[in-house]
């Protein structure tokens, strides 16, 4: 196969992959994430908090698309008080092998299907990038977690 061949081979097949608002982001969440947050977002005891209409102060912060981007981007680990009054202690992994349009197609699912983010929220592959490119470890995502709790309203 010669080398122009090839290329237009993989143009065609770059070109039929679906925009970023096509993926789909519940299954990529059911692939990825509900081990640790169980079903439907619902957290699991003392693991993992829940994800499902738990993020109203979060989402209310400017900052939460920032935030969201940095915590598949850095992780997070320790322990922390979630919106539901409990306080879980595990592990939030690294997504660093997923790419940035799956990754945010799971924020996206996250925060518009279990939650309401609010009119005009958007979180796209560019937020993810710009995450990674910060190298957030899990301190810096702590620091702006108690950024976004004590700004949001109440």
Request: aromatic share 6%.
């Amino acid at each position: 196969m010669t080398f122009r061949r090839a290329l237009v081979l993989a143009s065609l097949a770059l070109a039929t992959l679906p925009a970023h608002a096509d993926l789909d982001g519940k299954a990529a969440f059911e692939a990825n994430c509900i081990a640790c947050h169980g079903a439907g977002g619902a957290g699991v005891p003392g693991v993992a908090p829940p994800l499902a209409r738990a993020l109203d102060r979060h989402l209310a912060s400017p900052q939460a698309a920032t935030y969201f981007a940095q915590i598949v981007a850095g992780g997070l680990n320790g322990p922390i008080r979630a919106a539901d009054g409990e306080t879980y202690n595990g592990v939030m992994p690294v997504f660093g092998t997923h790419a940035s349009e799956e990754l945010a197609a799971i924020l996206r699912y996250v925060t518009t299907g279990l939650n309401d983010a609010p009119a005009g929220f958007d979180l796209g592959a560019a937020d993810i990038d710009a995450a990674r490119a910060r190298k957030p470890t899990p301190a810096d995502n702590r620091a702006l977690r108690a950024v976004l709790l004590k700004a949001a309203p109440r």
